[in-house]
């Protein structure tokens, strides 16, 4: 397995100013080795409605700039909230928009869930993933229940993952499977 630097594009379910899970996005961007590059995708919340009659030619272009990012990413890590047991619709746009695309078939994705409960939207985006020929690398499978706690005491839990190698293992883990698939 040779090693090379790592691009992984980091997408967040939530729009909120305070999204623990772009929280738990940030962490790990700050904990990765220094041959890798996290960056947290900041064009969800601009995306048009999905139109398939918008695709092809008449893609617009944030959509065309998401696609290429995506394209660029070694991996993809996702953090994404559960609403009503579902996938929130933003979310779920933002992947109607790469259903039909070649950009993601094949492309390994971890997920970073910073909510004790969400499983139904594990399970949901999982499926969906999967119906995308997404590769869900569940070793690489990141929990941590910061969600709904003050921002102090999130801050002390990521630091405490952060120095029990928690953030970095599963970053590791992830980067090991997307060097030995080349
Ligand atoms: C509209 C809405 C619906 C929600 N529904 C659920 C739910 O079904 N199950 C759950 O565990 N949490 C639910 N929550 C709580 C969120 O998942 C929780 O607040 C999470 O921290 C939000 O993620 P964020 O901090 O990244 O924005 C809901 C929150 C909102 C705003």
Redesign the pocket.
Same mark, same amino acid.
């Given at each position: 397995m040779t090693s090379r630097p790592l691009f992984l594009y980091a997408l967040? %379910? =939530?729009? #909120?100013q /305070? =999204? &623990? &899970? #772009? #929280?738990l996005l940030e962490a790990l961007r700050l904990a990765c080795p220094e041959d890798t590059t996290i960056e947290i995708c900041d064009l969800i919340g601009d995306l048009p409605i999905f139109n398939p009659d918008h695709e092809g030619e008449r893609t617009p272009a944030i959509v065309e700039t998401f696609a290429a990012k995506i394209r660029q990413a070694d991996g993809l890590i996702v =953090?994404c909230?559960?609403?009503?047991? %579902?996938v929130p619709g933003g979310f779920k746009n933002a992947l109607d928009w790469l259903v039909s695309r070649d950009e993601i078939p094949f492309k390994p994705l971890m997920f970073a869930h /910073? =909510?004790h #409960?969400?499983d139904?939207?594990l399970d949901q985006l999982a499926e969906v993933l999967r119906t995308m020929s997404l590769r869900i690398v569940l070793e690489a499978f990141l929990r941590l229940p910061i /969600? %709904?706690k003050s921002d102090e005491t999130q801050a002390a839990l990521l630091v405490q993952a952060r120095d029990e190698g928690l953030l970095r293992g599963r970053l590791d883990h992830f980067a090991k499977v997307i060097l030995s698939e080349g």
């Open positions: 967040c %379910g =939530s729009q #909120r /305070a =999204s &623990s &899970s #772009r #929280r =953090s909230p559960e609403y009503a047991h %579902g /910073a =909510s #409960r969400g139904f939207v /969600a %709904g």
